[in-house]
């Protein structure tokens, strides 16, 4: 019984650290994407050329930077492929 306990124990601490990571990796890519972002211009026609300034914003930082806010960009993939975006 008391191995089970450990068990349990175990795996909600590391399933609260992944949400805390998470959480703070996403509200790190929402604080750099207000101060660094950029924006499509409303006359494109293009309904994706948001999606694509994303991608291209997203790919132009540094490699320590894209890893510290894989949670915002999977959240803002998800939002753009439920649109229809790739």
Known sequence: MQLIMLLML???V??????????A???FG????SRHGT?????????CAQCNADRDWYQSLPYWQQTAI???WW???FQWA?????
């Open 10 to 12: 175990i795996i909600g």
């Open 14 to 23: 590391v399933v609260a650290m992944a949400l805390v990571f998470a959480c």
């Open 25 to 27: 990796s996403y509200a």
């Open 30 to 33: 929402v604080h750099l994407y």
């Open 39 to 47: 924006l499509a211009f409303a006359t494109e026609r293009d309904p």
């Open 70 to 72: 894989t949670a915002w």
């Open 75 to 77: 959240a803002n993939r």
């Open 82 to 86: 439920s649109k229809g975006c790739r």
